[in-house]
């Protein structure tokens, strides 16, 4: 009886362990030396500028990226094209209602829900990107690189704000636009590092 009960913690514990190792560690980013830059066009031209990174993590299984998430800072999104007056025009813009309402909705994550293999570092991710409160899914590729015994994560994440209730200046909501109009795409690019 006694072997018996043996076995059973055995293949229990065994159980458990093979469980966390298939799902991988988690390693959390480095907020400090990880980086979101944006770019948003329009017909005359474009801005591009950054955005902090909050928090998050990724998880690796022997060297594959196998899910994940990251949390950035939407109070602290700002142009780098730009100085002066015009800057902080556009900064506040950015902030207010008419974008992204940061003093509504402090944060944008994205949390990876599928993963799959594309070459030796490359990988197709889905997730589910959540701004202004609205999630919806998002794809992009990620590469996936370690060096010194520290991941870094990198790839383009584009979004259409529209779908996020970011209308100002869209040609499908507005007419007569001309070169007034302001693209509805929006690219995230990570270049994110972990601890």
Same mark, same amino acid.
């Given at each position: 009886?006694?072997?018996?009960?043996?076995?059973?913690? @055995?293949?229990?514990?065994?159980?458990?362990?093979?469980?966390?190792?298939?799902?991988?560690?988690?390693?959390?980013?480095?907020?400090?030396?990880?980086?979101?830059?944006?770019? +948003?066009?329009?017909?005359?031209?474009?801005?591009?500028?950054?955005?902090?990174?909050?928090?998050?993590?990724?998880?690796?299984?022997?060297?594959?990226?196998? $899910?994940?998430?990251?949390?950035?800072?939407?109070?602290?999104?700002?142009?780098?094209?730009?100085?002066?007056?015009?800057?902080?025009?556009?900064?506040?813009?950015?902030?207010?209602?008419?974008?992204?309402?940061?003093?509504?909705?402090?944060?944008?994550?994205?949390?990876?829900?599928?993963?799959?293999?594309?070459?030796?570092?490359?990988?197709?991710?889905? $997730?589910?990107?959540?701004?202004? +409160?609205?999630?919806?899914?998002?794809?992009?590729?990620?590469?996936?690189?370690?060096?010194?015994?520290?991941?870094?994560?990198? +790839?383009?994440?584009?979004?259409?704000?529209?779908?996020?209730?970011?209308?100002?200046?869209?040609?499908?909501?507005?007419?007569?636009? +001309?070169?007034? @109009?302001?693209?509805?795409?929006?690219?995230?690019?990570?270049?994110?590092?972990?601890?």
């Amino acid at each position: 009886m006694k072997n018996i009960i043996l076995i059973i913690a @055995m293949m229990i514990s065994t159980v458990a362990f093979g469980g966390a190792a298939n799902k991988g560690k988690s390693v959390a980013f480095d907020a400090k030396n990880s980086k979101v830059n944006w770019k +948003g066009t329009k017909v005359t031209g474009e801005h591009v500028g950054t955005i902090n990174v909050q928090g998050g993590n990724l998880i690796v299984a022997a060297g594959e990226l196998k $899910g994940g998430e990251i949390t950035i800072d939407m109070t602290s999104i700002q142009s780098t094209d730009l100085s002066g007056e015009w800057k902080d025009k556009l900064d506040g813009h950015l902030k207010n209602e008419d974008f992204f309402d940061t003093s509504k909705f402090k944060t944008s994550s994205f949390k990876v829900t599928k993963v799959e293999k594309k070459g030796k570092d490359t990988f197709n991710v889905t $997730g589910d990107l959540t701004i202004k +409160g609205t999630t919806k899914p998002a794809s992009t590729e990620l590469k996936l690189v370690e060096k010194s015994g520290k991941y870094h994560l990198q +790839g383009t994440l584009t979004f259409d704000r529209t779908a996020y209730d970011i209308r100002y200046g869209s040609g499908k909501f507005f007419d007569n636009l +001309g070169d007034k @109009m302001i693209h509805d795409k929006v690219e995230l690019k990570l270049d994110l590092a972990s601890k």
